[in-house]
């Protein structure tokens, strides 16, 4: 599967602004959305529509900026039978070792806690919630 990629940017407004050359810097990974709807989900029989997928394009462009996540993804969509939650998959930081925390728990990035999830009903709200690291 073949899918453009962007990286999110941390600037809401253009980079040459009143002799201001200089670069946004890209905030992580992310595939295209709106060009993966168009292409590869269109081919599996899968369609959000362009108006959600630029929305939670926009949405998970701004999770890459408040995560810090240095990779993000659409994972998937599960319909629930009273709201359905949109989920996203990347590569977060490790949290700082905490003191009473369980030591059978593996560490992010590592394991069964390689990736870090995040949910959220509706991608136009940008609120999403960082899943708890799995434990045994």
């Known amino acids: ?60 462009q701004n999770l890459a900026k408040t995560s810090g996540a240095s990779k993000l993804r659409f994972w998937g969509k599960i319909n629930g039978t009273e709201r359905s939650y949109y989920i996203a998959e990347g590569v977060a930081e490790a949290p700082e070792a905490a003191e ?3 030591a059978d728990i593996e560490p992010r990035n590592s394991g069964a806690n390689e990736f870090a999830y995040w949910v959220c009903n509706c991608p136009s709200e940008n609120k999403w919630t960082m899943l708890p690291d799995l434990s045994p």
């Open 1 to 60: 599967m073949v899918s453009s990629s962007k990286k999110a940017d941390t600037s809401a407004e253009p980079a040459e602004e009143e002799g201001n050359t200089e670069a946004s810097a890209p905030v992580c990974y992310m595939p295209d959305l709106v060009q993966d709807n168009k292409s590869v989900y269109q081919w599996a029989n899968i369609n959000f529509g362009e108006h959600v997928s630029m929305l939670l394009q926009k949405s998970m």
């Open 100 to 102: 009473g925390a369980p």
